[in-house]
Nanobody, 117 residues
Framework: QVQLVESGGGQVQAGGSLILSCAASGSTVGFGAMGWYRQAPGKQRELVATMTRGANTNYADSVKGRFTISRDNAKNTVYLQMKSLKPEDTAVYYC???????????WGQGTQVTVSS
Protein backbone atom coordinates (compact mmCIF):
# COMPACT_ATOMS: atom_id res chain seq x y z
CA GLN A 1 0.00 0.00 0.00
CA VAL A 2 1.43 3.36 -1.02
CA GLN A 3 1.89 5.94 1.70
CA LEU A 4 3.15 9.52 1.51
CA VAL A 5 4.28 11.06 4.77
CA GLU A 6 4.99 14.79 4.91
CA SER A 7 7.05 16.62 7.48
CA GLY A 8 8.50 20.08 8.01
CA GLY A 9 5.46 22.30 8.22
CA GLY A 10 5.04 24.89 10.91
CA GLN A 11 4.70 28.56 11.65
CA VAL A 12 7.16 31.18 10.45
CA GLN A 13 7.27 34.94 10.11
CA ALA A 14 7.07 36.62 6.74
CA GLY A 15 10.41 36.52 5.00
CA GLY A 16 11.36 33.29 6.71
CA SER A 17 12.10 29.84 5.30
CA LEU A 18 10.87 26.29 5.69
CA ILE A 19 11.71 22.96 4.11
CA LEU A 20 9.03 20.36 3.53
CA SER A 21 9.83 16.70 3.02
CA CYS A 22 7.68 13.87 1.76
CA ALA A 23 8.72 10.25 1.96
CA ALA A 24 6.81 7.85 -0.25
CA SER A 25 6.70 4.11 0.36
CA GLY A 26 4.91 1.04 -0.88
CA SER A 27 6.18 0.87 -4.46
CA THR A 28 8.86 -1.51 -5.68
CA VAL A 29 9.51 0.53 -8.84
CA GLY A 30 9.51 4.02 -7.43
CA PHE A 31 7.32 6.86 -8.56
CA GLY A 32 6.80 9.07 -11.57
CA ALA A 33 6.15 12.76 -11.09
CA MET A 34 6.16 13.97 -7.50
CA GLY A 35 5.37 17.34 -6.10
CA TRP A 36 3.41 19.66 -3.89
CA TYR A 37 -0.02 21.22 -3.94
CA ARG A 38 -1.56 23.55 -1.38
CA GLN A 39 -4.99 24.55 -0.21
CA ALA A 40 -5.75 27.73 1.69
CA PRO A 41 -9.00 28.14 3.66
CA GLY A 42 -11.90 28.77 1.33
CA LYS A 43 -9.83 28.17 -1.79
CA GLN A 44 -9.31 25.31 -4.19
CA ARG A 45 -6.25 23.12 -4.05
CA GLU A 46 -3.58 24.49 -6.35
CA LEU A 47 -0.31 23.28 -7.79
CA VAL A 48 2.82 24.60 -6.11
CA ALA A 49 5.58 22.63 -7.81
CA THR A 50 6.14 19.27 -9.46
CA MET A 51 9.17 17.39 -10.68
CA THR A 52 9.29 14.46 -13.07
CA ARG A 53 11.49 11.50 -12.43
CA GLY A 54 13.87 12.99 -14.96
CA ALA A 55 14.04 16.25 -12.99
CA ASN A 56 11.87 18.44 -15.19
CA THR A 57 10.14 20.98 -12.99
CA ASN A 58 6.96 23.03 -13.06
CA TYR A 59 6.23 25.86 -10.65
CA ALA A 60 3.25 28.06 -9.93
CA ASP A 61 3.97 31.62 -10.97
CA SER A 62 3.36 32.79 -7.42
CA VAL A 63 6.29 30.78 -6.05
CA LYS A 64 8.85 31.04 -8.86
CA GLY A 65 12.15 32.35 -7.57
CA ARG A 66 11.19 31.64 -3.95
CA PHE A 67 10.48 27.89 -3.80
CA THR A 68 12.71 25.07 -5.02
CA ILE A 69 11.60 21.48 -5.51
CA SER A 70 14.01 18.57 -5.44
CA ARG A 71 13.79 14.82 -5.10
CA ASP A 72 15.85 11.78 -4.28
CA ASN A 73 14.66 8.88 -6.41
CA ALA A 74 16.64 6.35 -4.41
CA LYS A 75 14.79 7.41 -1.27
CA ASN A 76 11.45 8.09 -2.98
CA THR A 77 11.50 11.47 -1.28
CA VAL A 78 10.56 14.90 -2.55
CA TYR A 79 11.47 18.19 -0.92
CA LEU A 80 10.20 21.74 -1.12
CA GLN A 81 12.53 24.49 -0.01
CA MET A 82 10.53 27.64 0.66
CA LYS A 83 12.20 31.02 1.06
CA SER A 84 10.94 34.59 1.38
CA LEU A 85 7.64 33.25 2.66
CA LYS A 86 4.60 35.51 2.50
CA PRO A 87 1.35 35.42 4.48
CA GLU A 88 -0.42 34.37 1.28
CA ASP A 89 1.66 31.17 1.31
CA THR A 90 -0.31 30.06 4.36
CA ALA A 91 -2.06 26.80 3.49
CA VAL A 92 -2.11 23.08 4.01
CA TYR A 93 0.58 21.64 1.76
CA TYR A 94 -0.04 18.23 0.24
CA CYS A 95 2.53 15.88 -1.19
CA UNK A 96 1.64 14.25 -4.49
CA UNK A 97 3.07 11.28 -6.39
CA UNK A 98 2.18 9.38 -9.52
CA UNK A 99 2.77 5.68 -10.11
CA UNK A 100 5.33 4.92 -12.81
CA UNK A 101 3.51 2.53 -15.13
CA UNK A 102 -0.15 3.17 -14.56
CA UNK A 103 -2.52 6.08 -14.25
CA UNK A 104 -3.44 7.45 -10.88
CA UNK A 105 -2.19 9.60 -8.05
CA UNK A 106 -1.33 9.36 -4.42
CA TRP A 107 -1.67 12.07 -1.79
CA GLY A 108 -0.22 12.73 1.62
CA GLN A 109 -2.27 13.78 4.60
CA GLY A 110 -1.11 17.39 4.41
CA THR A 111 1.06 19.60 6.56
CA GLN A 112 0.13 23.08 7.74
CA VAL A 113 2.31 26.05 6.83
CA THR A 114 1.41 29.32 8.51
CA VAL A 115 3.19 32.57 7.66
CA SER A 116 2.54 35.49 9.96
CA SER A 117 3.03 39.12 9.00
Amino acid sequence: QVQLVESGGGQVQAGGSLILSCAASGSTVGFGAMGWYRQAPGKQRELVATMTRGANTNYADSVKGRFTISRDNAKNTVYLQMKSLKPEDTAVYYCYAEPRFQRGSYWGQGTQVTVSS
